[in-house]
């Protein structure tokens, strides 16, 4: 089954640099486009960032834009986010999901997650 | 951007209720509309997609509809698995939005 497995939050000093992973298994991983979402303690849900089922095409929130950048390895079925330039206000759970196939297809768009990896911008 | 606006941000029922949620998109989006339950610490969960179409396995008083600019989720029946908070997220134009989320709470 589908099984995705978020690593490298922790805690870092604003202005520092993180960068997270997500571990895909069960499912053609070069067919489907990625997201990142995450969720600020006590806080909604907000989409971050997405990447096309090739690399070729991202999109980013304007929270993130120019800090943040979401790539990946399809050869490793592994889903990257670096971040940059830290803020307290980037603290939050970091969930990837599985996005619409590589022919745009949404029916399984965002029905699986991980379960999400903790960034903490804190000094 | 497209503005998603849910409401209410949060509301108590009792169990057997009937609500309903809101969204309303600041453009239009078709049917490009999923909704979503999350319970405390928990991995949100897809529930509706493209506006009205239930997914596996979820209870069939779960119910979406709409298109266009508004677009409602109805819980009929509430049960005690029900309270939680949910999300409605438009996947029509990057970036895509989620809603601000209604906690819907026990009476």
């Known amino acids: 089954q589908v099984h995705l497995v978020e690593s490298g939050g922790g805690v870092v000093q604003p202005g520092r640099s993180l960068r997270l992973s997500c571990a895909a298994s069960g499912f053609t991983f070069s067919n489907h486009a990625m997201h990142w979402v995450r969720q600020a303690p006590g806080k909604g849900l907000e989409w971050m960032a997405v990447i096309s089922y090739d690399g070729i095409n991202t999109y980013y929130a304007d929270s993130v834009k120019g800090r943040f950048t979401i790539s990946r390895d399809n050869s490793k079925n592994t889903l990257y986010l670096q971040m940059n330039g830290l803020k307290p206000e980037d603290t939050a759970v970091y969930y990837c999901?599985?996005?619409?196939?590589?022919?745009?297809?949404?029916?399984?768009?965002?029905?699986?997650w991980g379960q999400g990896t903790l960034v903490t911008a804190s000094s | 951007d497209i503005q998603m606006t849910q409401s209410p941000s949060a509301m108590s029922a009792s169990v057997g209720d009937s609500v309903t949620i809101t969204c309303r998109a600041s453009?239009?989006?078709?049917?490009?509309l999923a909704w979503f339950q999350q319970k405390p610490g928990k991995v949100p969960k897809r529930l509706i997609y493209a506006a009205s179409n239930l997914e596996s396995g979820v209870p069939s008083r779960f119910i979406g509809s709409g298109s266009g600019t508004e677009f409602t989720l109805t819980i009929s029946s509430l049960q005690p698995e029900d309270f939680a908070t949910y999300y409605c997220?438009?996947?029509?134009?990057?970036?895509?939005?989620f809603g601000q989320g209604t906690k819907v709470e026990i009476k």
């Open positions: 999901a599985r996005g619409q196939t590589y022919n745009g297809n949404y029916l399984r768009c965002f029905q699986h």
């Open positions: 453009q239009g989006i078709s049917n490009y």
């Open positions: 997220l438009q996947h029509d134009a990057y970036p895509w939005t």
